[in-house]
């Protein structure tokens, strides 16, 4: 999910680089649940370094 849509990892891929290409800084974090496979998490960590972004943050929960 980008932009609460739900895309592919090409256009994932697309839209990030519009946002580069756009010339502003920004803040990327990523959030994925226990049913999300790590392949698919470390697959949007790799697209997001390969447009060229480096600030992004893991988020987690609190283990209750």
């Known amino acids: 999910v980008f932009e609460n849509k739900e895309v ?3 256009e994932l891929a697309a839209q990030l680089k519009t946002l580069r290409d756009s010339g502003k800084k920004y803040s990327f974090y990523l959030r994925a649940d226990a049913d999300l496979k790590y392949d698919t998490v ?3 960590l790799r697209e ?3 447009a ?3 600030d992004i943050s893991l988020v987690t929960s609190a283990e209750e």
């Open 8 to 10: 592919t990892v090409e």
């Open 48 to 50: 997001l370094r390969k």
């Open 52 to 54: 060229g972004f480096t």
């Open 42 to 44: 470390i697959g949007v």
